[in-house]
């Protein structure tokens, strides 16, 4: 049977592995834009990750600071989690060379986190950070 996350349990569950969030943001005319991403939590439980400047996600973030990323999981009983929230921008060079390398290293490991850090977080790319307004999750949806 189904289980209603608590909001820690929605950190840790989508912080937990390499799972792939999901990022939505609003075009400009309205229509939904779906991508997934890298990303990682900060010590006050935002969601942190990198884009380029001119990609369509920044564009649509910029002008609408909306956004939501659902992870889940793909086999039985089917788990998923949903942060809704807003996000800011940074471009900050050391923080974007920490935050690059630390996103990586949840999907790629310890020993090649440094190497892609450095090739991600290069001028041209900013940090996001989504600050929760809204989290929903469940455990065992298909149970």
Known sequence: MARKMTEDEIRRFMGSGSKTGKLATVRADGRPHVVP???DFDDEGDVMFLTGEETVKAAN??????????VDTEEMPFD???????VTFDDDPDRLLYWATETCRRYVGDDRAEVFGRRNGVPGE?????????????????D
């Open 80 to 86: 998923y989690a949903r942060i809704d929230g807003t």
């Open 61 to 70: 973030l910029r002008r609408d600071p909306r956004a939501s990323l659902v």
């Open 126 to 142: 900013v940090i996001v950070r989504l600050t929760p307004t809204h989290m929903m999750g469940e455990f065992a949806v298909a």
């Open 37 to 39: 991403i890298w990303f």
